[in-house]
C-alpha cells in the first residue's frame, strides 16, 4: 500500500503562485509514476502533471503547460507542483496519485484509475 498526503492548497488571486507537495509514504518503487489531478464539482478529475521517478520525464494537460512544473525528490518521496500564473479556471480540489508507470496510460481514462489517491487538497483562485 502507498500513503499520500497532499498540503499547500489555498486561496490566491489570479496570477498569483501556489505550491503544492505531496508526501509518499509505504510501498514506492523506482518504477512509479507520481502526478497530480484536478476536480472541480459535477466533473470527474482531470489530469494535471506526472513525472516519473525512475527517469524524471513530464507530462502535463495543455492547459497548465508553461505555468505549472511539476518536480520530484526521491529522497523525500516527495513530488511538487509549482503553479505559476493561476487563472479561476485552475480552481479546484487537487489529488496527487502514484501508481506503476506501466500502466500510466490508466491516467488519462475517464475517469482516471492510477493505483493511489491522496485525500485532496483545495485550491481557490480569485478573479
Known amino acids: 500500500q502507498v500513503q499520500l498526503v497532499e498540503s499547500g492548497g489555498g486561496l490566491v488571486r489570479a496570477g498569483g503562485s501556489l505550491r503544492l507537495s505531496c508526501a509518499a509514504s509505504?510501498?514506492?518503487?523506482?518504477?512509479?509514476?507520481m502526478g497530480w489531478f484536478r476536480q472541480t464539482p459535477g466533473k470527474e478529475r482531470t489530469f494535471v502533471a506526472l513525472i516519473s521517478r525512475s527517469d524524471g520525464s513530464t507530462n502535463y494537460a495543455d492547459s497548465v503547460k508553461g505555468r505549472f512544473t511539476i518536480s520530484m525528490d526521491n529522497a523525500k518521496n516527495t513530488v511538487y507542483l509549482q503553479m505559476n500564473s493561476l487563472k479561476p479556471e485552475d480552481a479546484g480540489v487537487y489529488y496527487c496519485?502514484?501508481?506503476?508507470?506501466?500502466?500510466?496510460?490508466?491516467?488519462?481514462?475517464?475517469?482516471?484509475?492510477?493505483?493511489?489517491w491522496g485525500q485532496g487538497t483545495q485550491v481557490t483562485v480569485s478573479s
Open positions: 496519485a502514484a501508481g506503476s508507470m506501466l500502466y500510466a496510460n490508466r491516467w488519462y481514462t475517464n475517469p482516471p484509475r492510477p493505483d493511489y
Open positions: 509505504g510501498r514506492t518503487f523506482s518504477s512509479y509514476a
